[in-house]
Structure formats: C-alpha cells, structure tokens
C-alpha cells in the first residue's frame, strides 16, 4: 500500500510499505481524510522537538488528523467495529501507569502520540493499524471531512473549557488559525462573546467572527479569559498583560524559540495559567457539538489533494483553486489531483 514517508529534514516521499496487520487489540482502518497541522510540518522540516529529544526519528510517517472506517479486527476486538466511521485519539498511554490510571494517559511518559512519537506510523496512509481502545465512533452526521477535523476541534474544546467562563463573558482569543478559529467556534456556540486578535483577519469575519482584530485596532476592554493558540514568543507575555486579574489565560502554541512570562504578573493580578497539550478529554464533545450542528468545522478546510501532494503541502506549498481556511486535507485513497 502507498503511504508519506518522512526521510530527512526537508524531504518525503510517496512508499510502498507493508499492508498492516491488525495485533491483538488493534483495528485495521482504511483511511479516508487526514489533517495536515503544523506538528506535521515542524516533524517535515526537522525543526520539531521530539526529533531533538530523540522519542521520534527519521524515517517517520505523519498523519495524526484523521477519519476512516474500520476493515477488520484483531484478537480480542469486537467484530461490531467493523464497517463503522471512526476516528481516534491521538495520545495512546502504557495503560498502566499512575498517570494513565488517573485518566491522564495523554502525559503518559511511556506514550506513543500517532504519527508524531516513533513506535505507531500515521494515518498519512491507505490503511493504519490504531489500537481499538482509542477508537471514537462517528455519526452519521459527522462526515470525512469534518472526521478529520474532531482532533484539532478536541484541542479548541480543551481551551474553551479551561478559559472557564460563563455565557455572556468576553474571550480574547490570539491567534486566527485553526486552533483559534475553532476555539472562537465552540465559545461562540456557548454564548461568550467572542474577540480574535490576529493578521489575517477577512477569512475570521467572513465566519461571522466582525469582532476580529489586528495588534493597532484592538479595543480596550476587560479581557475576563484569554487564550493564546498562536507561535510567537511575544504572545504568552501579552495573554497575562491582557486578562483581567483573578481570571484566567490558557496556553495551548508553541513557539520555536523561547517565550517569557513575567511570573510576578501572574502572581500580582492573581492569574490562573492553563497550559493544554493534545485533544483526549475534548473528542467526545466535540464529536456531539459537530453531530448536534453546533458548529460546523468544514469551512475551515482550504482544499483536499492526494498523496502525491502531500509533500508540496508540508513545505508549504498551497494548492491550486484552494479556499480561503486555514486547513488542507489529505486524500490517502487518491492518487493524484483534487477532490
């Protein structure tokens, strides 16, 4: 079967690799949509920490944004799974650690992360081996498309619930990619008035986002959560001089560099600091807000190409006749040209 095969800082290429079989506890899944984010992009140009610390190497396949459909079982997997649309996790824990028995398996130090970590190939595929306890099911309201986007949607969940607010109070939001975007999404669905700080700014409007703005026009106004879903090393520092005291700034980007934060800020207006890393305790609802029609997350996809072209996409290329989000799919069941 074909798959994305990272080789080298820079370069990738289009494989044939050994067919998956499922291992007692695993599904086979044919692979229909996958999400291309900048963890994918960073493990491409060898910028991405895990490649520095040594838990990922080349060569190494991506893919961690998906959706798909179970084709068959391993021992001790119920044969129901089979045929359903399904995404998953992508934090898989050892199951058996304090941490994981605690319910946090997604900092599970002995943690395979799909597509990122070594030791559990991406979904940049026609077909994966993912293990069937983190398997969630999609309705049929939830298409391929939207599938491949209830990871990124699970981090935006994370964020909304840890800004903790009441309907009615404001968010400031930094950052106008799909992070932002879909977090701008989730607490708009729960009643908070929604701002976004950012550069590109028409497409955000155009989502019905009017109050979006740029570092000159912002407003001055009491800021009661903010989240920061950018990479810019001066962001974090401007989340804890925005928010209002005794509320609260969630910290969900990353920058390549070094970022600093005052920590007397924090201490003297009495902030509390959330920092969010992988989506686990946020699929679930935000699988229920995509079937409910709570928000719909397709519009935030730019255009879905092939596997031949998922290379020029990590080096940052954009595709022909692509639309204005932020967002480029992965066809893994096409060879060549859009769809």
């Not at 289009?14 to 899944?29: K, L, Y």
């Not at 607010?165 to 975007?181: D, M, N, P, Q, S």
């Not at 703005?213 to 925005?242: C, E, F, I, Q, R």
């Amino acid at each position: 079967m074909r798959a994305l095969v990272l080789t080298a800082p820079g370069k990738a290429e289009v494989r044939e690799v050994p067919v998956p079989v499922a291992a007692p506890g695993q599904v086979i899944v044919d692979v229909e949509r996958v999400g291309v984010c900048g963890t994918d992009v960073e493990l491409f140009t060898g910028e991405m920490s895990y490649l520095h610390s040594g838990v990922s190497s080349y060569p190494l396949r991506p893919g961690h944004e998906w959706s798909g459909t179970v084709r068959s079982v391993g021992a001790g997997v119920g044969e129901s799974w089979i045929g359903r649309r399904v995404t998953g996790d992508t934090m898989i824990g050892c199951g058996g650690c304090r941490r994981c028995l605690a319910g946090r398996h997604h900092v599970c130090p002995e943690r395979h992360e799909l597509g990122i970590r070594d030791g559990l190939p991406g979904a940049l595929a026609e077909r994966m081996a993912f293990p069937a306890a983190y398997l969630h099911p999609l309705p049929d309201s939830v298409d391929a498309v939207a599938g491949a986007m209830v990871e990124p949607a699970g981090n935006a969940q994370r964020c909304v619930d840890a800004a903790d607010l009441a309907a009615g109070e404001r968010l400031l939001i930094l950052g106008t990619g799909t992070i932002g975007l879909l977090t701008a999404m989730l607490a708009r669905a729960r009643g908070l008035e929604v701002h976004l700080l950012g550069q590109e700014l028409e497409f955000a409007r155009s989502l019905g986002f009017a109050q979006s703005w740029d570092a000159a026009s912002l407003p001055t106004l009491s800021w009661d959560a903010v989240v920061d879903a950018t990479n810019a090393p001066s962001m974090p520092g401007l989340a804890m001089s925005l928010v209002e005291p005794g509320r609260r700034v969630v910290y969900i980007g990353l920058s390549g560099t070094p970022s600093m934060i005052d920590t007397r800020d924090a201490v003297l207006k009495d902030v509390t600091t959330v920092g969010i890393l992988g989506a686990s305790a946020g699929l679930a609802d935000a699988i229920a807000a995509f079937a409910a029609g709570s928000i719909d997350p397709r519009p935030l996809v730019a255009a879905t190409v092939g596997l031949e072209e998922a290379a020029a996409v990590l080096s940052g290329s954009r595709p022909p006749g692509a639309g204005p989000g932020p967002k480029i799919q992965i066809n893994p069941r096409i060879a060549y040209g859009r769809r």
